[in-house]
């Protein structure tokens, strides 16, 4: 079945965004949460409907595989860009990123068991001061391993000369 997913935006202020004033909007589906072994990404700013309570709806156009079992988890990623100093010679294009969530829910009608922690974002930042990567709008762990799984290796980037793959887990 194709899952469906209620979210809201909103600024550090609190004031609603439409997902189509979003200069990037991603909603990763990802399972099971065992072990991630699938993931898939999709951009709703286009299909998102607006709800009457303030959230919107998107349907996947992908899929969950028949034969899934578990859990599975639906995360959200993106940013808005904003100008400092416009009309300056000074002006720079700045992107402010929301911070990833995670909700888990069951394929099979088994209880809802969401992702081992492996690592804290507390334990991330002694280092990277402020988890933000591939452009700032990937800020936690629990979001990271959607993609950076068991699976997943990196042959899609890697060079022909650099080859073979190597792990992204």
Not at 135 to 142: F, K, S
């Amino acid at each position: 079945s194709r899952p469906q997913v209620s979210f809201s935006i909103k600024t550090k202020a609190g004031t609603p965004v439409a997902p189509a004033q979003m200069n990037r909007l991603s909603l990763i589906l990802a399972g099971p949460t065992t072990d991630y072994a699938a993931y898939w990404s999709e951009d709703p700013r286009a299909k998102a409907t607006a709800n009457s309570d303030g959230t919107y709806s998107y349907t996947f156009n992908k899929a969950i595989p028949a034969d899934a079992k578990g859990s599975y988890a639906i995360g959200i990623e993106g940013y808005r860009n904003y100008t400092l100093l416009p009309g300056t010679n000074k002006a720079v294009t700045v992107p402010d990123s929301g911070l990833n969530k995670l909700i888990y829910f069951s394929v099979d009608g088994s209880a809802v068991a969401p992702r081992r922690t492996s690592v804290s974002l507390d334990a991330c930042n002694k280092c990277h001061a402020a988890l933000a990567l591939h452009g700032g709008p990937r800020n936690t762990v629990e979001y990271c391993v959607l993609c950076h799984n068991p699976v997943e290796n990196d042959r899609t980037r890697r060079p022909a000369a650099a080859m073979p793959a190597q792990s992204i887990d």
